[in-house]
């Protein structure tokens, strides 16, 4: 079943002699539970895409579809936050968790934000805890966390909506190997277990071979795709050739 799918969709950024277009025609669809990597140079519009996405910037031309719907105005506010709240869970580079709140505070937020009982969020909450494996680290601060588990938390916190579509950008940027990892492990069971759909940019290879397919992104167009049966070493080896190819497009 298709979760989103995008057409024609076209950004443009400064006027006159000084614009960017940052996103140039882009079209693709993703089916629910599929994991989908987008890899590109720097400046090629991965980040536009997720925030246009997420509604958290609008597009100039083109359709969004979730779950096969029209998404209309679903930029325009009062719209834009209600169609964030429902369908979005983002996941950020730098975590994005708020320090002077718990572990299970920051969880809690977005169902807070909804007006959902406490008595039920307390319920989600520690479900979502169990899930990335931090219901002991539940009373503590992000800052007294590792990184890999801070993003686990941050993750929690997007998933505890039932968002239709997680979209995280850079999300190990920040970690080393072994926490991106933990952190590539939970976006495969959310997959796998979860149907989750999920939307992950990178620069890494190893993060990009988790993915069911990798769209290279240059200069705002989709000029390459990956359909990836399994993640082994041969899948992050035609990967990064494929980006290797897609960068030295710049030379
Ligand atoms: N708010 C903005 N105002 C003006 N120009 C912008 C804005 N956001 C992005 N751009 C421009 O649009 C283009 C695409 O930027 P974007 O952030 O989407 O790239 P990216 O692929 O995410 O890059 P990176 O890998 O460095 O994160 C770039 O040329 C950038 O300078
Ligand atoms: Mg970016």
Do not use: C
């Not at 503590?140 to 990184?147: D, K």
């Not at 950008?169 to 080393?176: F, H, I, K, S, V």
């Amino acid at each position: 079943m298709e979760a989103l799918r995008i057409e024609n969709i076209s950004k443009a950024y400064g006027i006159k002699k000084n614009k960017i277009l940052a996103l140039n025609d882009i079209s693709f669809s993703l089916n629910k539970g599929e994991l989908l990597a987008i890899m590109g140079s720097s400046g090629s519009g991965k980040s536009t895409l997720l925030n246009i996405l997420g509604a958290l910037d609008s597009p100039d031309s083109g359709k969004v579809y979730l779950n096969g719907k029209l998404q209309k105005e679903y930029h325009i506010e009062p719209f834009a936050t209600k169609y964030r709240s429902k369908n979005i869970g983002f996941i950020f580079q730098s975590f994005n968790l708020l320090r002077d709140l718990s572990v299970e505070e920051n969880v809690a937020l977005p169902l807070i934000l909804q007006g959902v009982n406490s008595k039920e969020v307390g319920k989600k909450v520690k479900e979502e805890l169990e899930l990335v494996g931090l219901e002991r680290w539940k009373k503590h601060r992000p800052l007294e966390l590792s990184g890999g588990q801070q993003q686990r938390v941050a993750i929690a916190r997007a998933k505890i909506t039932e968002p239709n579509l997680l979209l995280a950008d850079e999300p190990t940027g920040n970690l080393d190997y072994n926490t991106s990892l933990e952190v590539l492990n939970i976006f495969k069971m959310m997959r796998e277990k979860l149907n989750q759909s999920i939307i992950i940019v990178t620069h890494d290879p190893m993060v990009a071979s988790y993915a069911d397919r990798v769209l290279f992104f240059y200069d705002g167009q989709i000029v390459d795709e990956y359909e990836n049966k399994e993640n082994n070493k041969e899948s992050i080896d035609i990967i990064l050739e494929k980006f290797k190819g897609v960068i030295s497009k710049h030379d």
